[in-house]
């Protein structure tokens, strides 16, 4: 069933039939055999982002589109039900313009944005490290001044696009004063001593190249430092505040995709004589799916529209991050459960959906980070 | 160098197409409408020669206020300029009414070095509307042309037929029809729907064309549907169980229904 979906203007109308158009036409029937086969589809991507879709909440004035989020975010999710592997990659890469689009010189977004918003160019996201994932302020990587330049030594792990990426928005230690001691960087990929690790077996989203990015004396010229020293974690957190809506709308696409399968194949079985959602237990099945999909929706509708009249959105979008990539692990499940025997095969893609899920409730801050930012704020709340 | 795409918006061919019941015209409100997909063809073409030169592409359509949409759509991908010719007057208009009310369009717009149009409608089908307009405006028309370029005055077509390929030349202005082998249509990019939101679209009326409306629209067609029945419904077809005689019996079925 075709998802209803509330714009504010016809031009965003336009532009949401535009992108369902092409993920029908190029994405969903790509998405199979490149998740087979672990191959990340860069032309597809260098399409959308050729059509504008690697700008869209961006500036005009750097060649963005100016999108509000609950319109950016709904294009994410029309991509996520078709292919979430390109969703995710135009999500983190969005997240990894985010500090220089927010914290960056007027002559830092002058010199480098309209290029990496630009549609060629594709972004990467390095905070977290292999002994610092959800306690990311405990990072080691170190940005050590050196004159004009500072050399960065670390290690970088679950790095979305490592390897393949243009650039890289690397978080670093500049000094041993935990949170406040980490500083922002936008790392070339072509710089010396930047190395990368095999792609991670994954789960799913196996066409996502995930790896460590390895700094072995990577020398930044100090003007790719992105906003003062020391205050990287701070930037960090308000960026990961825009990707978690990002995570929860191509969450939500997901879990809309294995509704639909679901619900056609139900609507066509037929078992003791009619078809299987006419049976109470599937159909209320369903019905529980259709009910989780749409809350999810509604609530990184809220936060983005929250965050789109310059309100803070932090709890809503942590709210949002974990309702919604919990319901899409549901609803994946359910849809196996849904299609019996068939679903658990891979000649049919409920299992892909299953597995992609998973990943959705671990990364961008686990959901019981999540649930430790809602409970903070419930703390603060009382003081 | 000025170049018309002519568009029209048709009745999406996926959903569920019908008739009016009054008049037999095709039924245009009940069924979502859409850019005729042939056309993105004559529009990527267009604006092929465009991105090549120095060359502005007008889009040109004639159908109801919904066929503003397949103008926008075109103004999406790239071209300049729109012109809607719209009138109550037209409905129900047969392909020489079309010809002669799009030729005096093209008139009217002017200087026109080249006509592009698809090699047919989605819905009508009839592809000859090229080939009249070409009579009415003493031109030359070449159809389903699958490969061209325009070179010093003069477009230089390949025409694809089932044995063989013709090349064929002719002096501009002229009218090329091409076919859906001919490229792959853009996609519009964000940019160009912000941008299409700013681009001059012209409405015409039929007495900004001098038409009289009498001699246009459903009255003054020369053929007339006196009746639509509904194609039957699918029925469901034969299963031949496979118990060792599942080919002979395939075969039998084909040759009795003188496929083979």
């Given at each position: 069933?075709?998802v209803?979906?509330?714009?504010?203007t016809?031009?965003a109308?336009?532009?949401?039939?535009l992108v369902?158009k092409?993920a029908?036409?190029?994405l969903?029937p790509?998405?199979?055999a490149?998740?087979?086969?672990?191959?990340y589809p860069?032309e597809?991507?260098r399409?959308?982002g050729?059509?504008?879709?690697?700008?869209l909440p961006y500036d005009?004035?750097?060649g963005?589109?100016?999108?509000p989020y609950?319109?950016?975010?709904?294009?994410?999710e029309e991509?996520?039900?078709?292919?979430?592997t390109?969703?995710?990659?135009v999500s983190v890469?969005g997240l990894?313009?985010?500090p220089l689009a927010n914290y960056?010189?007027?002559?830092?977004?002058?010199?480098?944005l309209p290029?990496m918003?630009?549609?060629?160019?594709?972004?990467?996201?390095?905070?977290?490290?292999p002994h610092?994932?959800s306690?990311?302020a405990a990072?080691?990587t170190?940005?050590?001044?050196?004159?004009?330049?500072?050399?960065?030594?670390?290690t970088?792990?679950?790095?979305?696009?490592g390897?393949i990426?243009d650039?890289y928005s690397?978080f670093a230690?500049?000094?041993?004063?935990?949170?406040?001691?980490?500083?922002?960087?936008?790392?070339?990929?072509?710089a010396?001593?930047?190395?990368?690790?095999a792609?991670?077996?994954?789960?799913g989203?196996?066409a996502?190249p995930t790896t460590?990015?390895?700094?072995d004396g990577?020398?930044?010229?100090?003007e790719?430092?992105i906003?003062?020293e020391?205050a990287?974690?701070g930037?960090?957190?308000?960026?990961?505040?825009?990707?978690?809506?990002?995570?929860?709308a191509?969450?939500?696409g997901?879990?809309?995709?294995?509704?639909d399968?679901?619900a056609?194949?139900?609507?066509q079985?037929?078992?003791?004589?009619?078809?299987?959602?006419?049976?109470?237990g599937?159909?209320?099945t369903l019905?529980?799916?259709?009910?989780s999909v749409?809350?999810?929706r509604?609530l990184?509708?809220?936060a983005?529209?929250?965050?789109?009249r310059?309100l803070?959105?932090r709890?809503q979008?942590?709210?949002a991050?974990l309702?919604?990539?919990d319901?899409?692990?549901k609803?994946?499940?359910?849809?196996?459960?849904?299609?019996?025997?068939?679903?658990?095969?891979r000649?049919f893609?409920?299992?892909r959906?299953f597995?992609?899920?998973k990943?959705?409730?671990?990364?961008?801050?686990?959901?019981q980070?999540q649930r430790l930012?809602?409970?903070r704020?419930?703390e603060?709340?009382?003081e | 160098m000025?170049?018309v795409a002519l568009?029209?918006?048709v009745?999406?061919?996926?959903?569920?197409?019908t008739f009016?019941?009054?008049?037999?015209?095709?039924?245009?409100?009940g069924?979502d409408?859409?850019?005729?997909?042939?056309d993105e063809y004559a529009?990527?073409?267009?604006l092929?020669v465009a991105d090549?030169?120095?060359a502005?592409?007008?889009?040109?359509?004639?159908g109801p206020?919904?066929a503003a949409?397949a103008i926008?759509?075109a103004?999406?991908?790239?071209?300049?300029?729109?012109?809607?010719?719209s009138d109550?007057?037209?409905h129900g208009?047969?392909?020489?009414?079309?010809?002669r009310v799009?030729?005096?369009?093209l008139?009217r717009?002017?200087?026109?070095?080249?006509?592009?149009?698809?090699?047919a409608?989605t819905?009508?089908?009839?592809?000859?509307?090229?080939?009249m307009?070409?009579?009415h405006l003493?031109l030359a028309h070449?159809g389903?042309?699958?490969?061209f370029s325009?070179?010093?005055?003069?477009?230089r077509?390949?025409?694809?037929?089932?044995?063989?390929s013709?090349?064929v030349?002719a002096a501009?202005?002229?009218?090329?029809?091409?076919t859906?082998q001919?490229n792959?249509?853009?996609?519009p990019?964000?940019?160009g729907?912000?941008?299409?939101?700013?681009?001059p679209v012209?409405?015409?009326?039929l007495?900004?064309?001098d038409?009289?409306?009498s001699?246009v629209?459903?009255a003054?067609?020369t053929?007339?549907?006196?009746?639509v029945?509904k194609?039957?419904?699918r029925?469901?077809?034969?299963?031949?169980t496979?118990?060792?005689?599942?080919?002979?019996?395939?075969?039998e079925y084909?040759?009795?229904q003188?496929?083979?």
């Amino acid at each position: 069933m075709p998802v209803e979906r509330v714009v504010p203007t016809p031009e965003a109308r336009d532009l949401i039939d535009l992108v369902g158009k092409i993920a029908d036409r190029d994405l969903a029937p790509a998405a199979a055999a490149a998740e087979e086969a672990a191959r990340y589809p860069r032309e597809l991507v260098r399409m959308l982002g050729r059509t504008g879709l690697l700008g869209l909440p961006y500036d005009e004035e750097f060649g963005g589109g100016a999108q509000p989020y609950d319109v950016y975010l709904q294009v994410l999710e029309e991509l996520a039900a078709r292919w979430a592997t390109v969703a995710l990659s135009v999500s983190v890469h969005g997240l990894s313009c985010w500090p220089l689009a927010n914290y960056g010189s007027a002559e830092q977004r002058k010199r480098w944005l309209p290029d990496m918003i630009g549609g060629e160019q594709l972004g990467a996201y390095c905070l977290s490290e292999p002994h610092a994932g959800s306690d990311a302020a405990a990072m080691s990587t170190r940005a050590v001044r050196d004159g004009d330049s500072y050399v960065l030594d670390g290690t970088k792990a679950w790095i979305t696009h490592g390897g393949i990426a243009d650039f890289y928005s690397v978080f670093a230690r500049t000094s041993d004063d935990g949170a406040r001691g980490i500083s922002c960087f936008l790392v070339p990929a072509d710089a010396d001593g930047l190395t990368f690790g095999a792609a991670e077996h994954k789960m799913g989203l196996t066409a996502s190249p995930t790896t460590i990015v390895n700094l072995d004396g990577v020398r930044v010229a100090a003007e790719r430092r992105i906003g003062d020293e020391g205050a990287g974690f701070g930037i960090a957190l308000h960026a990961l505040d825009a990707g978690r809506v990002g995570v929860a709308a191509v969450a939500t696409g997901l879990a809309q995709a294995a509704l639909d399968e679901a619900a056609a194949y139900a609507r066509q079985r037929e078992q003791f004589g009619r078809p299987v959602i006419g049976h109470q237990g599937v159909g209320f099945t369903l019905a529980d799916m259709a009910a989780s999909v749409q809350a999810a929706r509604a609530l990184y509708l809220a936060a983005a529209q929250r965050r789109d009249r310059g309100l803070g959105y932090r709890q809503q979008a942590a709210v949002a991050k974990l309702v919604a990539t919990d319901n899409a692990m549901k609803v994946t499940t359910d849809a196996v459960q849904v299609l019996g025997g068939v679903g658990y095969t891979r000649d049919f893609p409920v299992e892909r959906y299953f597995r992609e899920a998973k990943v959705m409730q671990i990364f961008e801050g686990t959901n019981q980070i999540q649930r430790l930012v809602i409970a903070r704020d419930l703390e603060r709340f009382g003081e | 160098m000025k170049i018309v795409a002519l568009v029209k918006h048709v009745p999406d061919a996926t959903a569920e197409r019908t008739f009016d019941d009054a008049d037999h015209t095709t039924d245009r409100t009940g069924v979502d409408g859409l850019l005729s997909e042939l056309d993105e063809y004559a529009i990527e073409s267009a604006l092929t020669v465009a991105d090549g030169g120095d060359a502005e592409v007008v889009a040109l359509t004639m159908g109801p206020s919904g066929a503003a949409d397949a103008i926008k759509k075109a103004l999406q991908m790239g071209a300049d300029s729109g012109v809607h010719i719209s009138d109550d007057a037209l409905h129900g208009s047969d392909a020489p009414a079309t010809a002669r009310v799009l030729a005096a369009a093209l008139r009217r717009i002017g200087d026109v070095d080249l006509v592009l149009t698809g090699m047919a409608s989605t819905d009508g089908g009839m592809s000859v509307v090229p080939a009249m307009l070409a009579e009415h405006l003493d031109l030359a028309h070449v159809g389903f042309v699958g490969e061209f370029s325009v070179d010093d005055g003069t477009v230089r077509c390949r025409r694809d037929g089932d044995t063989a390929s013709e090349s064929v030349e002719a002096a501009l202005p002229a009218i090329v029809s091409v076919t859906d082998q001919i490229n792959e249509p853009r996609y519009p990019s964000f940019k160009g729907i912000m941008a299409a939101k700013k681009k001059p679209v012209e409405t015409l009326s039929l007495a900004d064309l001098d038409i009289d409306p009498s001699t246009v629209g459903l009255a003054a067609a020369t053929s007339v549907v006196d009746e639509v029945t509904k194609r039957p419904e699918r029925t469901q077809g034969e299963i031949v169980t496979d118990e060792g005689d599942g080919g002979t019996r395939l075969v039998e079925y084909l040759a009795a229904q003188k496929f083979v």
